[in-house]
T-cell receptor, first 115, second 114 residues
């Protein structure tokens, strides 16, 4: 298994531009999570999906952020318009929610820089 | 709300010395507890996890952790640290009934001196 695949690895964009981050979870996993990591706030859960349905988006900072999971093998996190304070590393993770014990696999992350 | 506390932001140990990283979770329902490691510029790698049963859990790279319900703690230990262990370590928790929401502590940065 190739693991959780995120793209791009690095993204540099200008303030005001739209940014789309992509994630392919592990095949067979039915839960997907988007995290943001910054020096100031650490690892924050933004949103997570179970069986392609958003379960909890309380961590999404504001309306500029949106996430979708159109099918079990793909998710996007979009920021529109982007701002410099959105600069962070964004991680995607997946798991199989029925498994006990639970196990989460993280992607390598997307480092976003908004200038 | 579920939370995890890692009281030590930064720890420095000498190579070959023993290590203990502290983690406390907020008291509540049965927790699932995890330790992850992150090397600079890298993703998160699972070291070990506790679900139930034996409270002493063995992980990869020679790490172990002990679950102590009475102290709400899940401290990570290693008897002899190697220079390659320098990284950031995160404790995380999921509570049963919270639909798999994994919450992280703020992390402890480990520096290893030669």
């Amino acid at each position: 298994d190739a693991g959780v695949i995120q793209s791009p690895r690095h993204e540099v964009t200008e303030m005001g531009q739209e940014v789309t981050l992509r994630c392919k979870p592990i095949s067979g996993h039915n839960s997907l999570f988007w995290y943001r990591q910054t020096m100031m706030r650490g690892l924050e859960l933004l949103i997570y999906f179970n069986n392609n349905v958003p379960i909890d988006d309380s961590g999404m900072p504001e309306d500029r952020f949106s996430a979708k999971m159109p099918n079990a093998s793909f998710s996007t996190l979009k920021i529109q318009p982007s701002e410099p304070r959105d600069s962070a590393v964004y991680f995607c993770a997946s798991s199989y929610s029925v498994d006990r014990p639970l196990s989460y696999t993280f992607g390598s992350g997307t480092r976003l820089t908004v200038v | 709300a579920q939370s995890v506390t890692q009281p030590d932001i930064h720890i420095t140990v000498s190579e070959g010395a023993s290590l203990e990283l502290r983690c406390n979770y907020s008291y509540g329902a049965t927790p699932y507890l995890f330790w992850y490691v992150q090397s600079p510029g890298q993703g998160l790698q699972l070291l070990l996890k506790y679900f139930s049963g034996d409270t002493l859990v063995q992980g990869i790279k020679g790490f172990e952790a002990e679950f102590k319900r009475s102290q709400s703690s899940f401290n990570l230990r290693k008897p002899s640290v190697h220079w390659s262990d320098a990284a950031e370590y995160f404790c995380a928790v999921v509570y049963t009934g919270t639909a798999s929401k994994l919450t992280f502590g703020t992390g402890t940065r480990l520096q290893v001196t030669l």
